[in-house]
């Protein structure tokens, strides 16, 4: 079966109304092509469920729109690869890193430190580090319209970091591809660049401060 095509249009790429779930929302919110939110705030507030709500991981009540489609309307398999998630420690399922792989370039690997080789790596060997970068690589194969960082640079060292960075960034601009990132390092937020917001007791709001320094 051939897989839906998406209706590019100028409106927000991803939109959200009242979005709830048991713990968290409601969250009202627009997400432009290419755009990047950073969302900050303390722990337990609600940032991840957001994320897997959004990404249809949880149930959850309100709407999502992607490209003006409502997400009920996409077939769930396919809306999560339109709508990649990624957490901080990612699950692998099959022995090898390339049983994982669709659509994923070598430059990619490149750019996160590894050769081509890296293909054929047996999972039970990855580093907690190279099993975050892994599956940044994997996420994009699927080419990603939304992508939801969740800690998603949480395990590793400096360097590391940037290469993530760097990648993410660079595919959105090629893509115009937009990402919700949730990180509690301000280097990072600070780094990145975006917009904004904090999420307290499950409800998003702009910054007070941080925005600013
Ligand atoms: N299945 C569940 N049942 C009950 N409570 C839950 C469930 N999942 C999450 N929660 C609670 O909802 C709240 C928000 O959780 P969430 O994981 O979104 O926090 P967070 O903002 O991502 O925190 P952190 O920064 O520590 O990762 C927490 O108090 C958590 O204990």
């Known amino acids: 079966m051939d897989a839906p095509t998406f209706a590019v249009t100028d409106g927000p790429l991803l ?11 409601p969250v009202d919110l627009s997400l ?3 755009e990047l939110l950073l969302i900050a ?11 897997r709500a959004i990404a249809d991981l949880d149930p959850l009540r309100g709407q999502v729109w992607l490209d ?3 997400r009920e309307t996409i077939l769930p ?23 994982h792989f669709t659509g994923v370039q070598d430059d990619w690997l490149e750019q996160l430190g ?8 047996e999972v039970e060997r990855l580093s907690s580090g190279e099993r975050q970068r892994l ?4 996420m994009l194969g699927n080419g990603p319209r939304v992508l939801l960082l969740d800690e998603a640079t949480a395990n590793l060292d400096p360097d590391n970091t940037l290469r993530m960075e760097s990648l993410v960034r660079g595919y959105m ?13 301000h280097e990072q937020r600070q780094r990145l660049g975006g917009r904004l917001l904090m999420m307290e007791l499950g409800r998003l709001a702009e910054p007070a401060l941080e925005s600013r320094a």
């Open 15 to 25: 939109q959200l109304t009242g979005l709830q779930s048991d713990h968290m929302g």
């Open 135 to 138: 599956a940044l690589a994997r």
């Open 114 to 121: 590894f050769q081509s080789d890296v293909r054929q790596w």
């Open 32 to 34: 432009a092509p290419g």
């Open 77 to 99: 398999a396919l809306w999560r690869r339109q709508v990649g998630y990624l957490p901080a420690e990612p699950v692998w399922w099959a022995d090898t890193v390339d049983a």
């Open 41 to 51: 705030g303390p722990s337990g507030a609600g940032k991840s469920l957001l994320l």
């Open 68 to 70: 003006n489609q409502l």
């Open 173 to 185: 601009t090629e893509r115009q591809a937009g990402a919700i990132w949730v990180s509690h390092d």
